[in-house]
């Protein structure tokens, strides 16, 4: 069974990476060109920050601070950045509805497999409405790229690629450390 | 924040450059040319709803900017702005579909991105909360609300439905901005020297761009109301208006919303 420090630094971790995915989506709304791009992601942007709000809270109930962050590994620190530094727009859409959400939706999913479902009931909630929610924002960058085939990308092994340094990489830094503080 | 080469100058006033768009769009830097020739007819309509469409966009834009450039400020305000960003963006496609049902396409007229030429400029965010809430949402209310009957009477009912939504939504907008105004130059003092920095550069933009933002409409006191202003600032916003409106008149709904 995941110890109550385990949980809140596998919850605080997760935190983070959905502030960050907020904050690359948002980035990425001035400086991408389409217009239904910007579309979609503004309304993703909100589905992140609802997700990182109800870890944030979470933490709390963890003995952890109020919407309280941790840093994942300092490989999948930089693995972000280099997502959210990703300039064309096919690459974009790519990297973030092929790449980094359904890679945390699966690390979510692991979670789930090895948290127990009663003494951690109040995340597994959590995870498991988020997963709901993950399912549409999925299927709406996948219908958007349908719909405008420019937006896709010419070839599938630049995703392959990605999707196995991502699964190679280590989400959790190795220590529940200091955390990054944030105001509630 | 802005990096070099982030601007453009403007009549001798550096603004933000536009933010990205598709080569369909041809970008102006004024709002006077940008098409605008009433709600009567459909070609006007037609106007409306693209402007409408690119508005809604910049809002969008301007709130996600702000998500970027300051990741410090509390969480509860970020998450006002997150949900802007939804908001604006559904804004934005109830008004493109508006404009295809009209006939319209994306890129039929010049667009002008001015709200986020000026707000992209400031490094404050009170200073953008009173510049992009306060001063242009705000006014964004009083123009909405004054097009639903117009649009009713002239029996465009779905578009006055949808106005009046967006304006539903947009109050909430100016509310937080409100809110968090009054709490960040509540904490931090400074922040009202950077607010009044601000006004002072708006008021430099909109005399160097033609005054557009002086063509406001009479002020709706319910929606600011509702919106967060107290009587006083209803009072003094009522009387900007009123002596605006003795040098100019335009039409109601033909401003700008987000």
Same mark, same amino acid.
């Given at each position: ?20 995915? *907020? /904050? ?49 590994? /300092? ?77 896709? *990308? ?28 944030? /105001?509630? | ?55 809604? +966009? ?178 003094? +916003? ?21």
């Amino acid at each position: 069974m995941l110890t109550v420090k385990e949980r809140g630094h596998f919850v605080a971790t997760m935190r983070y990476a959905h502030v960050s995915v *907020m /904050e690359t989506m948002a980035a990425w709304v001035p400086t991408s060109p389409e217009m239904e791009v910007k579309l979609l992601l503004g309304e993703h942007i909100w589905d992140m920050a609802q997700h990182a709000d109800s870890l944030g809270k979470r933490t709390y109930e963890l003995r952890l601070a109020l919407q309280h962050s941790v840093r994942p590994a /300092e490989s999948y620190v930089d693995f972000l950045a280099e997502a959210s530094a990703i300039g064309p727009t096919p690459q974009r859409l790519a990297a973030m509805y092929d790449v980094v959400i359904p890679a945390l939706a699966g690390r979510q999913r692991h979670y789930l497999e090895q948290t127990d479902r009663l003494v951690d009931a109040p995340t597994v909630r959590i995870l498991e409405r988020y997963l709901v929610d993950v399912a549409r924002i999925l299927d709406a960058a996948h219908a958007l790229r349908r719909e405008l085939p420019a937006l896709q *990308m010419p070839d599938g092994q630049w995703v392959t690629a990605l999707l196995g340094r991502e699964a190679a990489l280590e989400f959790l830094a190795t220590a529940p450390t200091a955390g990054v503080a944030v /105001e509630a | 924040m802005r990096a070099a080469g982030d601007t453009k100058v403007v009549r001798g006033v550096e603004l933000r450059r536009d933010p990205a768009r598709e080569p369909c769009f041809e970008i102006v830097h004024l709002h006077h040319d940008v098409p605008e020739s009433g709600s009567v007819t459909l070609e006007g309509r037609r106007q409306r709803a693209h402007r409408e469409y690119n508005q809604e +966009v910049q809002t969008l834009e301007i709130a996600a900017l702000c998500l970027v450039d300051f990741p410090d400020v509390p969480w509860q305000l970020r998450m006002e702005l997150a949900r802007q960003c939804w908001d604006e963006a559904r804004h934005a496609q109830m008004a493109y579909d508006h404009l295809k049902e009209l006939g319209g396409w994306k890129g039929m007229y010049a667009i002008a991105n001015l709200d986020w030429a000026t707000v992209a400029m400031l490094d404050s965010l009170p200073a953008r909360l009173a510049i992009q809430h306060r001063t242009f949402e705000a006014g964004s209310l009083d123009s909405e609300h004054a097009s639903v009957p117009m649009l009713k009477e002239m029996g465009h009912h779905g578009h006055a439905e949808m106005m009046d939504a967006i304006e539903a939504d947009e109050i909430q907008h100016v509310r937080f901005g409100n809110e968090w105004l009054k709490r960040l130059t509540a904490a931090q003092p400074r922040a009202l020297l950077e607010v009044a920095s601000a006004v002072t550069w708006l008021r430099r933009v909109v005399e160097a761009t033609g005054g557009d933002r002086l063509k406001e409409i009479a002020t709706s006191s319910d929606t600011r109301e509702l919106a967060g202003f107290s009587e006083s600032e209803i009072t003094q +916003v009522d009387s900007m208006a009123r002596a605006a409106l003795r040098s100019t008149t335009t039409e109601p709904g033909a401003t700008h919303h987000g």
